[in-house]
């Protein structure tokens, strides 16, 4: 497993933007699939983004595509989300998460770490 440390969220007017940064633990960091999550109040944790281990394949939920860009720099073992073009609805708890399986899973069930969260709040 990987230890996962989100930073970067914060409270932002709606059309602002913010880059969540997700720190992992290994040197072996290029070995993992890495993806972002998002959880309202009261609803279940849902798909965001997801990267390969290279960064040459991603994938995004239709509700971000366009506006949000996933991206990695293995030298630094840390993985990104930008996110432009806010809106009240993205405001959510964010958290990144690893799998070693080399599949662009969208699954919550398919990740095994789990990085602690980072909240994002988007006023209208």
């Known amino acids: 497993q990987l230890q996962l440390v989100e930073s970067g969220g914060g409270l932002v007017q709606a059309g602002g933007s913010l880059r969540l940064s997700c720190a992992a633990s290994r040197r072996t960091f290029s070995l993992w699939t890495m993806a972002w999550f998002r959880q309202a109040p009261g609803k279940e944790r849902e798909f965001v983004s997801v990267i390969s281990g290279s960064g040459s394949s991603t994938d995004y939920a239709e509700s971000v595509k366009g506006r949000f860009t996933i991206s990695r720099d293995n030298a630094k073992s840390t993985v990104y989300l930008q996110m432009n073009s806010l809106k009240p609805e993205d405001t959510a708890i964010y958290y990144c998460?690893?799998?070693?399986?080399?599949?662009?899973?969208?699954?919550?069930?398919?990740?095994?770490?789990w990085g602690q969260g980072t909240q994002v709040t988007v006023s209208s």
């Open positions: 998460a690893a799998d070693d399986s080399r599949v662009l899973h969208i699954s919550t069930f398919e990740y095994e770490s």
